[in-house]
């Protein structure tokens, strides 16, 4: 349990095998997400993944979009865009801006969630799924 973030989820060690990233931030980030979807707690979770642009430049490494439904409940969308760099051309790692994300929970990139690398957002994704007691997760990859 995380008593730095008053979120109850249970903790299973390390998920994180990268030593680029950061345990501490995925699961703050993923506490955070959790504060502002409870009621969807036994829904429907759909994960896209999307790869990067094709060119060189400023441009993350890829992209997941989380959509959660419920009956009853609007279908809301969480982005959350891995590996860009900062101005600084270093990795960044942004946690959730939840009063931008609750103005349009269905713009994947409103509630501005940056981790530093795959690794780190899919422990994201597991933590929420895990947390929600979902009834059903699909999974989708494309452009």
Known sequence: MSKENNVSYPYYGVGSYCPQSSDKFANAVAGQILRLVSEYKGGVMDVGGYTPPYNEGDFPD???VITLMLEG?????????????????KPAREGV???A????PLDPHSGGIY?????EAWRIVCIVGMCLSLQKVTLSYGC
């Open 115 to 119: 981790p530093i690398n795959f690794d």
């Open 101 to 104: 994300w609750l103005k349009a």
């Open 62 to 64: 890829g992209f997941l």
């Open 97 to 99: 801006d939840a009063h």
């Open 73 to 89: 409940a609007p279908e809301v969308k969480i982005g959350i865009v891995f590996g860009q760099c900062d101005v600084d051309s």
